[in-house]
T-cell receptor, first 112, second 112 residues
Framework: EDKVVQSPLSLVVHEGDTVTLNCSYE??????LLWYKQEKKAPTFLFML????IEKKSGRLSSILDKKELFSILNITATQTGDSAVYLC????????????FGTGTLLAVQP | DAGITQSPRYKITETGRQVTLMCHQT?????MFWYRQDLGHGLRLIYY???????DKGEVPDGYVVSRSKTENFPLTLESATRSQTSVYFC???????????FGSGTRLTVV
């Protein structure tokens, strides 16, 4: 059965801290891994990763994929209260159709 | 307005009633999806569509019906609502397979 596991389930940090969120997966016919940020409403797209070892970066956020070990990490440096959200990892795969399989997310709370 | 819109935003219905959740996108994206989001389960795929008149089941399709007669619309119908269908429902669309999905704002459905 295809699955995506995120860790930790939740964490609390203080502004300025650096955090690392983890995503491991077991998905047949892997095609891509995506990270989303979800605040009160709909998930918003952060990154899509398809190749191992190539870091994607956007401001204080960065992510990398390891297709050999089947995981990805999302780093957030110099955290701000606006980074508080649920971070979702999703993997595209699971057969011929276009499906994203989501993890349950990591709830990040950044305290002032 | 351009984008993906869901309606209604909130809905309360009684057990046994039929309910239809609407999803409309203005990009002419080929792919559209319905997910439900529940605590502890993350986002789970209900149904998806690769094009008009092409739909297929996702992970949790029981009790739901979809149709896609036009590319821009993808309604989700609960044939006879049950309390277990109380959830937040997200519609999403994607231009290409594996391209980052864009999510609607969600419909919070409560079945009493």
């Amino acid at each position: 059965e295809d699955k995506v596991v995120q860790s930790p389930l939740s964490l609390v940090v203080h502004e300025g801290d650096t955090v690392t969120l983890n995503c491991s997966y077991e998905v047949t016919n892997f095609r891509s891994l995506l990270w989303y940020k979800q605040e009160k409403k709909a998930p918003t797209f952060l990154f899509m990763l398809t190749s191992s070892g190539i870091e994607k970066k956007s401001g204080r956020l960065s992510s990398i994929l390891d297709k050999k070990e089947l995981f990805s990490i999302l780093n957030i440096t110099a955290t701000q209260t606006g980074d508080s959200a649920v971070y979702l990892c999703a993997v595209g795969g699971g057969g011929a159709t276009n499906k994203l399989i989501f993890g349950t997310g990591t709830l990040l709370a950044v305290q002032p | 307005d351009a984008g993906i819109t869901q309606s209604p935003r909130y809905k309360i219905t009684e057990t046994g009633r039929q309910v239809t959740l609407m999803c409309h996108q203005t990009w002419s994206h080929s792919y559209m999806f319905w997910y439900r989001q529940d605590l502890g389960h993350g986002l789970r795929l209900i149904y998806y569509s690769a094009a008009a008149d092409i739909t297929d089941k996702g992970e949790v399709p029981d009790g739901y019906v979809v149709s896609r007669s036009k590319t821009e619309n993808f309604p989700l119908t609960l044939e006879s609502a049950t309390r277990s269908q109380t959830s937040v429902y997200f519609c999403a669309s994607a231009r290409l397979r594996d391209y980052g999905y864009t999510f609607g704002s969600g419909t919070r459905l409560t079945v009493v």
